[in-house]
């Protein structure tokens, strides 16, 4: 079993920013940042995949980083010049179905309880 823990989210006005963290108690190879408005589907935002390498959604390239601490077992989402269609649930993923690393919920079976972001014009 795989348990993931968000933090981070919060209330902002456009063009701040938040760090979301995800705590777990395992690694694997893919770690997904997905996200999911009211009345929308859930939508993967940022991947990390074991090697290093990164994949984005276009409207958040430029302004979010995902990274890793290997050291303190943290997944970060760094999240910059926000904007009010950034506002969603965000949540943290993982799998053990696939390598491909991709931003398709449907690839990843672990998820955590999310924590929201509020962006405010």
């Known amino acids: 079993q795989v348990h993931l823990v968000e933090s981070g989210g919060g209330s902002v006005q456009a063009g701040g920013s938040l760090i979301l963290s995800c705590d777990a108690n395992?690694?694997?190879?893919?770690y997904g940042w997905f996200r999911q408005a009211p009345g929308k589907e859930r939508e993967g935002v940022a991947s990390?995949?074991?090697?290093?390498?990164?994949k984005y959604i276009d409207s958040v390239k430029g302004r979010f980083t995902i990274s890793k601490d290997n050291a303190k077992n943290i997944l970060y989402l760094k999240m910059n010049n926000l904007k009010p269609e950034d506002s969603a649930m965000y949540y943290c993923?993982?799998?053990?179905?696939?390598?491909?690393?991709?931003?398709?919920?449907?690839?990843?079976?672990?998820w955590g309880q999310g924590t929201q972001v509020t962006v405010s014009s």
């Open positions: 993923a993982t799998n053990t179905i696939s390598f491909r690393c991709d931003l398709t919920p449907d690839e990843y079976n672990y």
């Open positions: 395992r690694w694997l190879y893919c």
């Open positions: 990390h995949a074991g090697d290093g390498s990164t």
